[in-house]
C-alpha cells in the first residue's frame, strides 16, 4: 500500500513563527503537492513539485513556500505564519500509472 | 476563480435512499474526472472516476453520470449507507498537468439510518 504520512496531525503555532510541515510518502512517486482545505472552498493547491529541487506555485502560494531535496519528502514552510494561515493542510502524491492521488491524514494547523 | 462547481454543500439523506452530488466545470481540456471521499480525521481517497469517452460509471452502489456538453457530472450513490456519511470531493484533471487536480467544494454527507 501507497503511505503518504505528514510529521504531525496538530499543531499550535504563534503569528509570526516560521512553521514547516513535513511529508514523507514510501512509493517512489515523482509527482507531490500540498493542498489547503477550508470549510466551503475545498481543496486548493498551494504548491508542487515533479521531480527534487523543482516546484512550481499552485494557486494560493502567497505566504508559503517548499522544498524537495529527497524525492520522497517534501516540505511546506510558512516564512512567518499568520492567523488566516489556520487551516488543514494535506500533502499527496501521484501515481500517474494509476491516475491517483494518494493523501496524507492531514495536519491541522492553529496560529494563534 | 473556481474552474470547478461542486452542490450542494450539504445533504442529509436517509438510509436506502440515494444521494446525489453535481459537479461542473469550464476547461474542456479536462479529460479525468475523479471523485474523492473523506471520512473525519482522514486524507481523501479516490472513489471512482471517469473519462469524458463515456456517459456513465459504475461501481458497486456508486455510479458517475458525465454530459461533455453540458460540461457536468454527477456521484450517485444508491442504497444510500450511514457509512457512507463522509466528504466528497469531485475533481477535475488535464493528463498534461500530471497529477494537478483541479477540486470542487466538498459536499458532506450524511446518511441517516
Known amino acids: 500500500d501507497v503511505k503518504v504520512t505528514q510529521s504531525s496531525r496538530y499543531l499550535v503555532k504563534r503569528t509570526g513563527e516560521k512553521v514547516f510541515l513535513e511529508c514523507v510518502q514510501d512509493?517512489?512517486?515523482?509527482?507531490m503537492f500540498w493542498y489547503r482545505q477550508d470549510p466551503g472552498l475545498g481543496l486548493r493547491l498551494i504548491y508542487f513539485?515533479?521531480?527534487?529541487?523543482?516546484?512550481e506555485k499552485g494557486d494560493i502560494p502567497e505566504g508559503y513556500s517548499v522544498s524537495r531535496e529527497k524525492k520522497e519528502r517534501f516540505s511546506l514552510i510558512l516564512e512567518s505564519a499568520s492567523t488566516n494561515q489556520t487551516s488543514m493542510y494535506l500533502c499527496a502524491s501521484w501515481q500517474a500509472v494509476n491516475t491517483e492521488a494518494f493523501f496524507g491524514q492531514g495536519t491541522r494547523l492553529t496560529v494563534v | 476563480q473556481q474552474q470547478v462547481k461542486q452542490s450542494p454543500q450539504s445533504l442529509i439523506v436517509q438510509k436506502g435512499g440515494i444521494s446525489i452530488i453535481n459537479c461542473a466545470y469550464e476547461n474542456t481540456a479536462f479529460d479525468y474526472f475523479p471523485w474523492y471521499q473523506q471520512f473525519p480525521g482522514k486524507g481523501p481517497a479516490l472513489l471512482i472516476a471517469i473519462r469524458p469517452d463515456v456517459s456513465e460509471k459504475k461501481e458497486g452502489r456508486f455510479t458517475i453520470s458525465f454530459n461533455k456538453s453540458a460540461k457536468q457530472f454527477s456521484l450517485h450513490i444508491m442504497d444510500s449507507q450511514p457509512g457512507d456519511s463522509a466528504t466528497y470531493f469531485c475533481?477535475?484533471?488535464?493528463?498534461?498537468?500530471?497529477?494537478?487536480?483541479?477540486f470542487g467544494q466538498g459536499t458532506t454527507l450524511q446518511v441517516k439510518p
Open positions: 513539485s515533479y521531480d527534487v529541487k523543482m516546484k
Open positions: 475533481a477535475a484533471h488535464r493528463s498534461s498537468n500530471t497529477g494537478k487536480l483541479i
Open positions: 512509493m517512489d512517486h515523482e509527482n
